[in-house]
C-alpha cells in the first residue's frame, strides 16, 4: 500500500525555473523524507523533515511539512538539467515500514 | 567511505529458478532493508534486518527471503521466481534500525524474470 502520495506524477519545465512537487500521506508520522533516483538508479536521500519542524532547507532544496494536512512539500530552485531525476517521499507506517508515494517524475529543459 | 553495494547489478533467471541477491552496507551500518521497484506496484518494503535478526517484514509471500550476516551483509533470496518478480531490487542501510534515521541506498539489482 502507498502512505505518500506526490503529485503532480509529472512534471516539464524550462531550466532555472523553481520546480514544486507535493505529497500527502495518510496516517500520523513522525517524520517525512524525500529521496531522488535518476532513471533505474538508487534513490538518494534529500532531506529528512521531523513531524514537529514545518520547514526545512538544504542548498536549492526547501522542504514543508504541514500535519494538519498530512502533506509536504519539496520546492527545487534556480532547477538545473541535473535535477531530471523522480523524486519520492516515504514515511513510515506504525509498522516501522518505510511507505513510498508513486513519484513525481520532473523533467528540466535545458 | 564507500557506499552500499549491492551485487548483481544484472541478472536474467527463467520461472521456477531462485536467486540470491547480496548487499553490503556501509561500514558500521547495523540496519539493512531491502526494497522491490516496479513500474505497476512502485516501491515496496520487503523486510529490514537489524544486528542479524529480522526486525520486520513487508508484505511478500514466503518465497522472498533473507539473512543478515555478522559483519552487517545481507542476502535476498527468492525461490521459484514468477514473471511478476522481474524488478529493480533496492538494499538501504542505515547506522542503526531505519525508522527515524536516514537509509541509504545501493545502485540496486535488475532481475528480469524470463
Known amino acids: 500500500s502507498q502512505q505518500g502520495e506526490e503529485d503532480p506524477q509529472a512534471l516539464s519545465i524550462q531550466e532555472g525555473e523553481n520546480a514544486t512537487m507535493n505529497c500527502s500521506y495518510k496516517?500520523?508520522?513522525?517524520?517525512l523524507q524525500w529521496y531522488r533516483q535518476n532513471s533505474g538508479r538508487g534513490l538518494v536521500h534529500l532531506i529528512l523533515i521531523r513531524s514537529n519542524e514545518r520547514e526545512k532547507h538544504s542548498g536549492r532544496l526547501r522542504v514543508t511539512l504541514d500535519t494538519s494536512k498530512k502533506s509536504s512539500s519539496l520546492l527545487i530552485t534556480a532547477s538545473r538539467a541535473a535535477d531530471t531525476a523522480s523524486y519520492f517521499c516515504a514515511t513510515y507506517d506504525s509498522n516501522y515500514q518505510l511507505i513510498w508515494g508513486a513519484g513525481t517524475k520532473l523533467i528540466i529543459k535545458p | 567511505k564507500a557506499g552500499v553495494t549491492q551485487t548483481p547489478r544484472y541478472l536474467i533467471k527463467t520461472r521456477g529458478q531462485q536467486v540470491t541477491l547480496s548487499c553490503s552496507p556501509i561500514?558500521?551500518?547495523?540496519?539493512v532493508s531491502w526494497y522491490q521497484q516496479t513500474p505497476g506496484q512502485g516501491l515496496q518494503f520487503l523486510f529490514e534486518y537489524f544486528s542479524e535478526t529480522q526486525r520486520n517484514k513487508g508484505n511478500f509471500p514466503g518465497r522472498f527471503s533473507g539473512r543478515q550476516f555478522s559483519n552487517s551483509r545481507s542476502e535476498m533470496n527468492v525461490s521459484t521466481l514468477e514473471l511478476g518478480d522481474s524488478a529493480l531490487y533496492l538494499c538501504a542501510s542505515s547506522l542503526e534500525a531505519a525508522s527515524g534515521n536516514t537509509i541509504y541506498f545501493g545502485e540496486g539489482s535488475w532481475l528480469t524474470v524470463v
Open positions: 496516517t500520523s508520522i513522525n517524520n
Open positions: 561500514s558500521g551500518h547495523r540496519s
